[in-house]
Every structure is written in structure tokens, then in C-alpha cells.
Nanobody
Framework: QVQLVESGGGLVQAGGSLRLSCAASGRTFSAVAMGWFRQAAGQEREFVAAISWNGGKTAYADSVKGRFTISRDDAGNALWLEMNSLKPEDSATYYC???????????????????WGQGTQVTVSS
């Protein structure tokens, strides 16, 4: 069974940092882009960051640019999101996802992703 499992969420004060991890099982995702999305309570899921299949390209939402860093391992088994200078508005459930197609891109839309994790909660207190 192909799975993505997120971890690393938690409660942190504003200005603090967290590092989210996403572990793949059942197969590797070395040939596809991967990304992070988030969904706050009562809101739609939104794009956070994406990284191309070999890590050569990255993309970020304007709201996290300069504060968050996405990275991945070469084997396609792990994805990370380093989050610094956290703000209360960063509070959400964070999801990792693997893209549908094998292209050298950084997808930003939900429908470009095929496999999703179950999410990890991040809460930033003011």
C-alpha cells in the first residue's frame, strides 16, 4: 500500500520554528515532484511549497516565501518542510503530496497531485 505519512507538527509560539517530515512507504517518489499544502479550520486547502523530482526547482506561496524551505532526499523516500518565523496564521493541518506526472515541474494545484498524506497539525500561538 502506497502511503505518505507526515510528522513533526505541534504547538509553537509565534516566531518559533518547526520541521515537518513526510515519509513514503510502499514505493518511492524519486521521479515525481512533491509538495506541501495546508488547510486551516473553515478554509480551503492551499498550496504551500513544491519541489521538483530532483530538487532542482522549488516553488513557494507568497505567504511563506523566505520563511519556509522545502527539501527532499535523493531516494524519493522523504520530504521535509522547515518552517521558521512562524505566525499564528500559519496554523493549519499540513499535508504532503506526490505529483501525478513525471515532469520537471513544481506543481501548485491540488489536482496535479495524486498521493496524499493524512496531515499533521501545526498550531502557532500568539
Amino acid at each position: 500500500q502506497v502511503q505518505l505519512v507526515e510528522s513533526g507538527g505541534g504547538l509553537v509560539q509565534a516566531g518559533g520554528s518547526l520541521r515537518l517530515s513526510c515519509a513514503a512507504s510502499g514505493r518511492t517518489f524519486s521521479a515525481v515532484a512533491m509538495g506541501w499544502f495546508r488547510q486551516a479550520a473553515g478554509q480551503e486547502r492551499e498550496f504551500v511549497a513544491a519541489i521538483s523530482w530532483n530538487g532542482g526547482k522549488t516553488a513557494y506561496a507568497d505567504s511563506v516565501k523566505g520563511r519556509f524551505t522545502i527539501s527532499r532526499d535523493d531516494a524519493g523516500n522523504a520530504l521535509w518542510l522547515e518552517m521558521n518565523s512562524l505566525k499564528p496564521e500559519d496554523s493549519a493541518t499540513y499535508y504532503c503530496a506526490a505529483a501525478r506526472s513525471i515532469m520537471d515541474v513544481t506543481p501548485t494545484r491540488e489536482n496535479e497531485y495524486k498521493t496524499w498524506g493524512q496531515g499533521t497539525q501545526v498550531t502557532v500561538s500568539s
